[in-house]
């Protein structure tokens, strides 16, 4: 056999391993991300979403957050504008970032389990602070 | 100043744009005038952009917060070092922070390029000022001038970030950004060399060095970054895969394929197209992590900026990807191989299988990080991979990499025989058996850990066989100390030796990594007094008694402290303080969200990382979160190694230069047999 060809052959077996490997490890670790309205309507119209692990992107609804110290528990509600659900966070406080407030439109991408009884159970709590950069530029400021 | 900053921005765009018109147009060729006029257009584009950039820093460190980008990122309280940094900080910024450095770098290329090349030169400068003038004209006409003015004068301006204050943040977007601009160097040339049908390997002599500076600006960039996220976010880790991470790691791998492939050309003749291709891939991916980093399209936790400058990045990737390729496809003839592979056990074999290896990650972490976009398009539900995607698919990758590293130098070229194989592995292989049966023997039993550490020791046996190989060498051959034979050995043989340094530099970078898989993380609540422990993998224990929670006021921030005492196996430290941090502007206004300041203990064996995460109300107890990291502080060791052995592979002179006709008559020594055993 030609040099040329077992080469071709090896490459062959590299190329098509790490398109298994890619598309295992989707299969196998990739989770939904959704909005609120996308969840509530795919759940209601298949249940097999309920208890699925999944992340959603929403907003905090303002004033929502009740921060529970002695029992390591933070309660808000997330909107998308259309759909609000409660979400309940156990665990450890310390993981809630610092730029998780309900002070001002906050965009908060939780992970976890929307329950069937329409609450959603996190287990990780991630805030953007992209309010603070270049989205969030007081419109009003700008050559009024 | 304003005025002046917007002309030169103009100025720069005009001659930008009418040097790269008669540069890629094509008329120099006839009037040898032209070609120096466009040579003068880079200087002149550069001095442009040069006044710009003084005029931005003018306004800066005035506090004229009229302008608007000076209001946005500065404050009067902010410390000069930072002020110096605002000039990056912001999207505006960086954009001319952006051009003016490509300008230079298109000047320096001018000027430093040897007058071998001299024929590709005025292509070269057509092609970065074409980027230069797109960077431009995104300022004047993507609405981020960075000299536009308000109506009115606030008093104050919002101040910098605070995870952005930070000296590994004054550092590592202007490191990535020279990484990722430089890239456009190589990339001129490249295209340059296509234009002028010159395909020798001339342009690769020309550019190789801009592309190892792009290569060792991009890892200490992205090193940079891993500082910065590892000190600064609190979460005790160096690397999330996050789309920015991602954006510079994906131009990082393809030059570091093409470095490898290029020798392969310079050598054997073959390759030519896959390196073209290389080289315009990387510059696309440069392109694409911008856009990624900008546009924010994809959800990523520090998205920094999201504007429709994106789009205008979409724009430049599509546009250069089809004129590149369809150049590529034009010129494809030229571009034969002079030889074929000869064996499977060759170095040709293991650099293609390298490559291979590296553009398979690159394409896992590309698909991984688009997926999200992907499947929404094409399924309507959007689906994102984190962290064990990426693990999965590139801890073996890596690992497969690793070893090719070790076997590369060791085999021989063109066809290895069973003699040079015995002679050159046997120390290696040694080496790694010994690493493994060592760490077998402490009790170490994970498996890829286990792998990474033997592989390691391989790659270090084979580069300890290259250096003893060749001291031994010139000892008996000069008679020399042996101190000065590994000086005289390094400097006859930059790029072969530095590139030896930059492979422990790499092995040291997989050490570390592989040191993450065994952290310990704790939490815990503590009254004053309370003592709490930890224990570290490698067995010792930490004692750590909660001081006391004080607060004090800094020029721009109010500051809550927490202080531990802290005991190693019972003997005592020292104290460790964590912060928590209110930013506030000159009226003593809060300016942005608490931020966290970790407190470290750092040793070559472990870190002790401390995050005060607040007090329950009005107490003086403090949260913590407690990590040991093991190994943390060898990623920066790896890194400087790194950097010293990718800064003697590009140390000016050296006697390859010194002697080019010698150089010629061995090239054409190459061709002669080759050309034999082929027909």
Known sequence: MKPGAKFAIGALVIVGGVALMITEGIKQTGTYFMTPTQLVDTATADPHFYNLGLKVSAKVVQGSIKRDNEHQRVDFAVSDGHQSFPVVYVGSLAEIPDTFTDANDIDVVVEGKLGREGTFHATSVIAKCGSKYEAAMPKSGKKA | ?679
């Not at chain 2, 913590?624 to 190994?631: A, E, G, R």
């Not at chain 2, 000016?652 to 020594?669: E, W």
Request: hydrophobic share 50%; net charge positive.
């Open chain 2, 1 to 679: 100043m304003t005025l002046l900053g917007t002309f030169a921005l103009w100025a720069a765009l005009l001659l930008a744009c009418w040097s790269a018109a008669i540069a890629l147009l094509g008329p120099w060729q006839r009037r040898p005038s032209l070609a120096v006029a466009v040579t003068r257009g880079a200087y002149a584009v550069c001095g442009a952009l040069l006044v710009a950039t003084a005029a931005l820093w003018q306004g800066i460190f005035a506090h004229d917060f009229n302008i608007e980008y000076v209001w946005a990122y500065t404050s009067r309280n902010l410390p000069t070092y930072y002020l110096v940094a605002g000039f990056w900080a912001g999207q505006k910024g960086s954009l001319l922070f952006w051009a003016v450095i490509l300008s230079i770098f298109g000047a320096l290329a001018q000027a430093l390029t040897s007058s071998r090349h001299k024929h590709l030169l005025p292509y070269v400068a057509g092609v970065t000022n074409l980027v230069v003038a797109f960077f431009v004209a995104v300022m004047l006409f993507g609405h981020a001038n960075p000299f536009e003015r308000m109506a009115f004068t606030p008093a104050d301006g919002r101040g910098l970030n605070p995870q952005l204050q930070n000296p590994g943040m004054v550092m590592h977007p202007p490191m990535l950004y020279l990484g990722y601009i430089s890239i456009t160097i190589p990339f001129a040339f490249a295209i340059a060399a296509l234009m002028a049908r010159r395909l020798d390997t001339g342009w690769i002599i020309a550019m190789r060095k801009w592309a190892l500076a792009s290569w060792l600006f991009l890892s200490i960039g992205i090193t940079l970054g891993m500082w910065w996220a590892y000190v600064e976010l609190g979460w005790g880790g160096v690397w999330a895969w996050d789309p920015v991470e991602n954006a510079p790691l994906l131009a990082w791998l393809t030059l570091t394929a093409f470095l490898h492939s290029v020798m392969i050309q310079e050598k054997r003749g073959m390759l030519k197209r896959w390196n073209v291709s290389l080289m315009i891939g990387t510059f696309l991916l440069s392109i694409f992590g911008t856009f990624i980093t900008r546009s924010g399209v994809i959800a990523s936790v520090h998205s920094f900026t999201q504007s429709d400058i994106g789009y205008f990045f979409l724009a430049l990737l599509f546009v250069s990807a089809v004129l590149s390729f369809t150049l590529l496809y034009t010129r494809w003839p030229m571009l034969e191989a002079e030889v074929q592979l000869e064996s499977l056990l060759s170095r040709e074999s293991a650099f293609l299988f390298n490559n291979l290896a590296l553009v398979g990650i690159a394409f896992s972490v590309l698909w991984g990080t688009l997926f999200p976009i992907l499947s929404e398009a094409v399924k309507g539900t959007k689906i994102t991979v984190g962290p064990p995607f990426f693990d999965r698919v590139n801890v073996p990758l890596g690992l497969f990499l690793l070893l090719l590293t070790g076997i590369g130098p060791l085999i021989a070229w063109r066809k290895a025989s069973a003699a040079n194989l015995r002679r050159q592995f046997i120390v290696p292989l040694l080496s790694g058996a010994v690493s493994a049966a060592a760490l077998v023997a402490v009790g170490l039993r994970d498996f890829y850990p286990l792998v990474a550490l033997s592989l390691a020791g391989f790659v270090l046996g084979t580069v300890a066989q290259e250096f003893y190989r060749g001291i031994r060498a010139r000892m008996s051959l000069h008679g020399e100390h042996m101190l000065l034979a590994l000086a005289h050995l390094i400097a006859r043989n930059r790029r072969r030796y530095g590139g030896y340094i930059v492979h422990v530099g790499i092995v040291i970078y997989f050490v570390a990594f592989t040191g993450l898989a065994f952290k310990v993380k704790h939490e815990t609540v503590l009254l004053p007094g309370a003592v709490d422990t930890i224990r570290s993998p490698f067995g010792h224990t930490y004692t750590l008694t909660h001081l006391g929670v004080s607060q004090y006021t800094r020029l721009n921030r109010h500051v809550s402290v927490a202080t531990l005492e802290v005991r190693l196996d019972g003997e005592r430290l020292g104290t460790i303080t964590s912060e928590k941090r209110q930013y506030v502007d000159s009226f003593d206004q809060p300016t942005f969200e608490p931020a966290t300041e970790i407190g470290l203990r750092s040793t070559l064996r472990e870190d002790l990382y401390v995050v005060y995460a607040g007090s329950p109300d009005g107490t003086e107890a403090a949260r913590y979160t407690i990590m040991i990291n093991p190994l943390v502080t060898w990623f920066w060791i790896g890194c400087g190694v790194l950097t010293i052995g990718g800064l003697i592979t590009m140390w000016p002179g050296g006697p390859q230069l010194r002697t080019p006709r010698r150089r010629v008559v061995a090239q054409a020594g190459y061709a002669v047999p080759l050309a034999g055993v082929t027909e």
